[in-house]
DNA sequence: GTCTATACACTGATAGAC
DNA sequence: GTCTATCAGTGTATAGAC
């Protein structure tokens, strides 16, 4: 605070809270709670591994402050759902944009919270409830009154979900393996990939299982 | 070998080695090599830590095993697209089929797979080479062949690839996760999923996707 | 606020009795 | 082959100087 000067460090605009969460998301989101280390957070923050415990008590707290940042991005992107202005389509089609972007920019994310869920359920059932509170997120019933009133056809709701959601995340979350699985047939992903690709894509599975 | 009796186990078909890869396959597929816990695979096997350095030199040598088990029978399911006398849809049906089984029995291998393979990309490259070569995994060029002999329509075939994989492994990556976003939108996981609900909706992505 | 030094628990790995 | 005991290294967390 009282430092007139600024050598070392790059990033003067950025705090050393903001940094260490940063390291902390990246490390996090790759080796998870029980995977990560702290002094790779420090290291990836570029400050020492004490600081850790000044800013954040101690390893859980931090990873708290992580997920639940990571969770409430997550949530957000399903408030579209809840303007009733909007036809059922159209509300698609401004989700799938929004999640395929969302993911574009955290690949991980979605792996990071379903790693997590998988490892504490209570915890996440608990953070699920407030949001469900706060946001009625209702991809579902969205669906089930569009089937009602004749606007989509009737479908398996709860399947169109899944095959939805897969069709958006998991592209990002294996991308590794797709790298070297399309390179070993003669692909590439970096050209044979994009967001925009994906997004056509999975609107074209949406005109096709909802009827035009 | 020379034991007259076998109190306090209740497996006495399977041999200790095969119990450790059990437990290792177990821990390791949930927390990865990193975060996987030596004590936590003895304790899972039901036998003691040291038991396992005297069968699995070490930690890595055990992890290897493991990696290798589980990425030679991802490949195996590649295997049916080497059939020529199948049409290309029927090989793909076959192949939905498999993948969906083999998921349903190892819900986490694709993310342990995708895991580790982000963790080292030049292990996995090896690896892949190998495969490769042995098993001709060529997804893509019997996609192309196909659109070439009018077989099935003009399609992108790396995201045609990449989808299919998509709707194949992410639910039962995620089944955490939509165990509690379906719950809370009063819908139940283990009645609204099953996999030959799966298999179906994938087979109807295939055909509106390839054409009748 | 940020650092160094260090306490203390845990983890992978080995030695040695049986 | 299987166990107990134990070591060295690493990890989280804290104390204290600046």
Redesign the interface.
């Known amino acids: 605070m009282v430092k007139p000067y600024n050598q070392m460090k790059q990033l003067g605009d950025n705090s050393t809270e903001e940094k260490i969460l940063d390291a902390a998301k990246e490390v996090f989101m790759?080796?998870?709670l029980?995977?990560a280390r702290m002094q790779d957070i420090a290291d990836t923050a570029g400050i020492n591994k004490a600081l850790l415990h000044y800013y954040f008590r101690n390893k859980e707290k931090m990873f708290d402050k992580v997920f639940d940042g990571a969770l409430a991005k997550f949530f957000e992107q399903l408030d579209v759902f809840s303007n009733n202005e909007l036809s059922v389509k159209k509300r698609l089609f401004i989700y799938i944009d929004n999640i395929i972007e969302f993911y574009a920019e955290y690949p991980q994310m979605?792996?990071f919270?379903?790693?997590e869920?998988?490892?504490n359920?209570e915890i996440?059932?608990e953070k699920?409830?407030v949001a469900?509170k706060n946001k009625t997120?209702?991809?579902?019933?969205v669906l089930e009154d569009g089937m009602k009133n004749g606007e989509i056809k009737k479908i398996?709701?709860?399947?169109f979900?899944?095959?939805l959601?897969?069709?958006c995340?998991?592209?990002f979350?294996?991308s590794?393996?797709?790298k070297?699985?399309?390179k070993?047939?003669?692909?590439d992903w970096e050209k044979?990939?994009n967001s925009e690709?994906?997004k056509q894509?999975v609107k074209?599975?949406v005109e096709?299982?909802l009827g035009k």
Do not use: E, W
């Not at 398996?156 to 399947?159: C, V």
């Open positions: 790759k080796h998870g029980y995977g979605s792996m919270i379903i790693k869920i998988g490892n359920p996440f059932k699920v409830h469900k997120l209702r991809l579902i019933h398996d709701s709860a399947m979900m899944i095959n959601q897969s069709l995340s998991f592209p979350l294996a590794p393996m797709f070297y699985s399309l070993a047939q003669g692909k044979d990939f690709k994906l894509s074209n599975f096709f299982t």
